[in-house]
């Protein structure tokens, strides 16, 4: 199993990213993708999740109406987050996973065995 996330790099404060990560591998028909993040220094963190049984998203208060995590009706495998007015606090590596089943902590990074290997968000002010 692999995720493969793409879409960071260097973007000013109030600017927008996208990122995508797509997931292939032997057991690859996810009911949940979604992302975490970690800056220097600090805890790996929940940003937000999508459901597909749930067909919705779930997201951290951080980044709650900055952030929008969606997934590909036709691409049943990928997922995208979307980060409109970015702060020099979101700088992060920004870590796709995904899950087989939704779990009610899906905010907790120990429900989570399968992880991408990160892509670089830097916001400057």
């Known amino acids: 199993v692999q995720l493969q996330a793409s879409g960071g790099g260097l973007v000013q404060a109030g600017g927008s990213v996208r990122l995508s990560c797509a997931a292939s591998?032997?057991?690859?028909?996810?009911?949940?993708m979604g992302w975490f993040r970690q800056a220097p220094g600090k805890e790996r963190e929940f940003v937000g999740i999508?459901?597909?049984?749930?067909?919705?998203?779930?997201y951290s208060d951080s980044v709650k109406g900055r952030f929008t995590i969606s997934g590909d009706n036709a691409k049943k495998n990928m997922v995208y987050l979307e980060m409109n007015s970015l702060e020099p606090e979101d700088t992060a590596v920004y870590y796709c996973?995904?899950?087989?089943?939704?779990?009610?902590?899906?905010?907790?990074?120990?429900?989570?065995?399968?992880w991408g290997q990160g892509t670089q968000v830097t916001v400057s002010s």
């Open positions: 996973v995904a899950r087989l089943h939704y779990s009610v902590a899906y905010y907790d990074r120990r429900q989570y065995e399968n």
């Open positions: 591998g032997v057991t690859s028909n996810y009911d949940v």
């Open positions: 999508f459901s597909r049984s749930r067909r919705r998203a779930y």
